[in-house]
């Protein structure tokens, strides 16, 4: 019902930045929750960024300062713009979306999350 197709990843230098993408379809984008997870190899999927309860940007610790989510409802489109890079971010950055309304306590968790994108490759290089 709803596609969702990241893109922007890639290799880069500690220090660099990237822009990540995720393009939806399919049920009107600017009525779902969205966010970016990832995921390293051996670990767990960790919540990085969301825009969603009271139209409140959230982000983790290990990005706050250093990246920013956005959204574009014209072009069915969200955002993450990473900056100052490390070695850590290395990762597969996933989008995802909710089909219902999620608060401060559910933002955070993978598991509110309905659908999701095939991932984008981040590597950050010393």
């Known amino acids: 019902q709803v596609q969702l197709v990241e893109s922007g990843g890639g290799l880069v230098q500690a220090g660099g930045s990237l822009r990540l993408s995720c393009a939806a379809s399919?049920?009107?984008?600017?009525?779902?929750?969205m966010a970016w997870f990832r995921q390293a190899p051996g670990k767990e999927r960790e919540f990085v960024a969301a825009f969603s309860w009271g139209a409140s940007t959230y982000y983790a610790d290990a990005v706050k300062g250093r990246s920013a989510f956005s959204r574009d409802n014209a072009k069915n489109t969200v955002y993450l713009q990473m900056n100052s890079l490390k070695p850590e971010d290395t990762a597969v950055y996933y989008c995802?979306?909710?089909?219902?309304?999620?608060?401060?306590?559910?933002?955070?968790?993978?598991?509110?999350?309905?659908?999701w994108g095939q991932g984008t490759q981040v590597t950050v290089s010393s």
């Open positions: 399919g049920r009107t984008f600017s009525s779902l929750p």
């Open positions: 995802a979306a909710s089909a219902r309304i999620l608060g401060p306590s559910t933002t955070y968790y993978s598991r509110s999350y309905d659908y």
